[in-house]
């Protein structure tokens, strides 16, 4: 309410995933800081799943995350803003290493984020469908879990490309480069549709669209 009256001020909150969090994220929400200096901004982070009831009650204003055919298309607007690509990685040293393709990684053991998120469900169909499932023994509800978990241990998972690169977690981990293409996960601007956004919330959605034409580009 304070925004519409023209005081610049008040809360925005948002959700987005791991790989957002990670890459989109820093750039964007300190830039706007710097703009807004008296707007909170409240970040959840994880899959769509998990922060869909908020997006519901309009306790989240928008999520930038991964989205594959559910039953939320009548409640929500999806825009498409970019594609990622993801990859399966080890520790350091692991025995896998050397490996040429996920039917040599079948017999290790796997750990990956929820299968009830929107890429994991694609991608978990999809290997069903060319009989190469990993048996996944560990589910993390978060990618820091994941992740350690994968740097720590001789578990594979797979992950964003970019998370070989991250400088908190890139040298705990190895990619592995196998013939087999994985494929990309999108990343959609999702909002309910009946929302009715406050002038500050629609410039710090513009600042993420422009963020992603630069990565894109």
Not at 13 to 18: E, L, T, V
Not at 102 to 121: E, F, R, V
Not at 128 to 152: H, M
Request: hydrophobic letters at 35%.
């Amino acid at each position: 309410i304070r925004q519409r009256q023209g005081q610049l001020a008040g809360q925005i909150n948002i959700g987005m995933g791991a790989s957002i969090s990670r890459s989109l994220m820093p750039a964007v929400i300190s830039r706007f800081h710097q703009q807004h200096p008296q707007v909170k901004v409240r970040i959840m982070e994880g899959q769509l799943v998990s922060m869909i009831n908020e997006l519901r009650q309009g306790e989240l204003d928008f999520t930038i995350n991964t989205y594959y055919q559910g039953p939320y298309d009548h409640e929500f607007t999806f825009e498409k803003l970019l594609e990622k690509q993801f990859a399966i990685f080890c520790r350091p040293g692991h025995p896998a290493i050397g490996a040429r393709s996920i039917k040599q990684l079948l017999d290790y053991s796997w750990t990956m984020p929820t299968p009830h998120g929107s890429y994991y469900k694609q991608l978990s169909e999809l290997l069903d469908d060319q009989a190469q499932t990993p048996q996944v023994g560990v589910v993390c509800e978060t990618f820091s879990a994941c992740i350690s978990l994968v740097a720590k241990s001789d578990f594979l998972s797979i992950l964003p490309e970019e998370m070989g690169c991250d400088p908190l977690h890139g040298q705990g981990l190895v990619m592995l480069p196998v013939s087999e293409i994985l494929p990309k996960a999108a990343y959609y601007l999702i909002q309910r549709r009946d929302s009715r956004q406050t002038p500050l919330t629609a410039s710090l959605i513009t600042q993420f669209r422009r963020e992603c034409g630069y990565l894109q580009s």
